[in-house]
């Protein structure tokens, strides 16, 4: 059973950079293919190495991201986001997220963003002009 209001999860998505664009009836079909999840605290959420295949929004609770090239990464808390490529291309996860306490959070997987990419191509077009702009302006 939900513990949110459907629109709490619609402004967590807008705040992703990967949606910013979209329309407000995309993001609440996108909210509405997600799931809520609780963990216990020492729950690891993804494993750096292994291929990602979901997009993950903290509602309550933090979780510690680590690497292997350097240990502890950052805190992350209500409202931080992570995962969002793993929507576009099944690549291996850069680090390892695990709940430091309890944690209450969403997902939405790659299996119903592309299904929502199929059904609205006008959502495609959106999200690859916001990872074109990301690139450009990461290179300038």
Known sequence: MPRVRHDTK???????PLFAGLAKSH???????SEEMDVAAGTVLCRE???????????????E???????PVRKVGPGDFFGEI?????????????ATTPLHFFVL??????????ENPQVER???RELAH???TSHA
């Open 86 to 98: 793993a929507l576009l291309e099944p690549v291996k996860r850069t680090a390892t997220v695990t």
């Open 65 to 71: 991201v680590t690497s292997s090239q350097g240990g």
């Open 49 to 63: 190495g292994q291929t990602g295949q979901e997009f993950f929004v903290l509602l309550d609770g933090e979780a």
């Open 10 to 16: 619609v402004e967590a998505l807008r705040r992703a």
């Open 134 to 136: 990301r690139v450009i």
């Open 109 to 118: 997987t790659r299996q119903s963003f592309q299904r929502m990419l199929d």
């Open 126 to 128: 959106r999200v690859l």
């Open 27 to 33: 993001l609440t079909e996108l909210a509405r293919q």
